[in-house]
């Protein structure tokens, strides 16, 4: 006997999730310089709507990139998996034991501002049994 079972878009529920990377994005614009007396806004920037693509690791040499921004044209590594975030920014995703470079969906391109000391970008690692947590901030819009 052969069940088949078809799946509309799940909603994120990260208590489903036992192995992989949880998470939000959040962004932050604007001024960022600290003022006496003024509260920062990047402590209180919400999370956004996007979708959050996960990537075998990717190294600065294996993208295309927008002059020296963190803003992508093309990624030259296999794409693993995306997702979208709920409107607060979080997100959640199985994924096995590994490695991963996470990237953002920012208009026509991709957005990713972190990187260990061998300009890997914004790596991430899963171990067996673990949720990876993690929070992307896209401040592209940001000045400080």
């Known amino acids: 006997m052969t069940l088949v079972a078809c799946s509309s878009a799940k909603k994120l529920d990260s208590s489903m999730k036992k192995q992989g990377i949880t998470g939000v994005v959040t962004e ?5 310089m600290p003022m006496k007396n003024a509260p920062r806004s990047y402590a209180g920037s919400p999370g956004i709507l996007t979708t959050v693509f996960v990537y075998q690791p990717t190294n600065i040499s ?4 927008i002059e020296t921004s963190p803003v ?26 590994g490695s ?8 026509k391109g991709y957005y990713a501002n972190l990187f260990d000391t061998n300009n890997n970008i914004s790596l991430f690692t899963v171990k067996e049994g673990k949720l990876t947590e993690v929070k992307l901030t896209v401040n592209s819009k940001a000045f400080y």
């Open 62 to 65: 294996q993208v295309n990139r």
């Open 100 to 107: 991963y470079s996470l990237f953002v969906k920012q208009g």
């Open 28 to 32: 932050v614009s604007g001024n960022q």
């Open 72 to 97: 992508y044209t093309a990624i030259h590594t296999k794409l693993v998996a995306s997702i979208e975030t709920d409107s607060t920014g979080k997100f959640a995703i199985s994924l096995p034991p």
